[in-house]
């Protein structure tokens, strides 16, 4: 028997997934929820998921915060065997948005192996400064 006839091909777990939620607190549960089951889909381990589920948290709270009425939170997870990159996005009210020396910008920046915050200019069309903030998480990084 060949090599080739006896090995599975190799394969990477990949996947994308987003939602769209108001910029509401009461939306944070959907967000908190989805978090960890995409995490466990994606074969993080329980301790993983806890610390990918607060990094979240923490962030789309500062941005639901912050949030110019009527707009909504925009989630994604990206993943694959090594590493969950997660977006979230919103419209901010400030143009200081999120504050990147609060308590819980500095949870983030611990659980996470990167964070990184964008904001457009002011649009009118939306009332507000589009905000973005990505973060990582790579499994077997530091936190563990």
């Not at 959907?30 to 610390?51: H, K, P, Q, S, W």
Request: glycine content about 6%.
């Amino acid at each position: 028997m060949s090599k080739s006839e006896g090995t599975p091909p190799a394969t990477t777990r990949t996947g994308t997934i987003s939602v769209q939620v108001p910029a509401e607190s009461e939306q944070l549960a959907m967000l908190r929820a989805l978090t960890e089951t995409v995490t466990l889909m994606a074969d993080f381990g329980i301790d993983e998921v806890t610390d990918i589920r607060l990094a979240l948290d923490e962030v789309a709270s500062a941005l639901v915060l912050d949030a110019v009425e009527g707009s909504v939170i925009d989630c994604a997870f990206s993943f694959d065997d090594e590493a969950v990159q997660v977006r979230v996005a919103s419209v901010a009210v400030s143009d200081s948005s999120p504050d990147e020396s609060s308590f819980g910008w500095h949870i983030v920046a611990t659980l996470t192996d990167s964070v990184a915050t964008s904001q457009d200019a002011y649009d009118a069309a939306v009332g507000g400064y589009p905000t973005v903030v990505d973060f990582r998480w790579v499994r077997g990084g530091s936190n563990e």
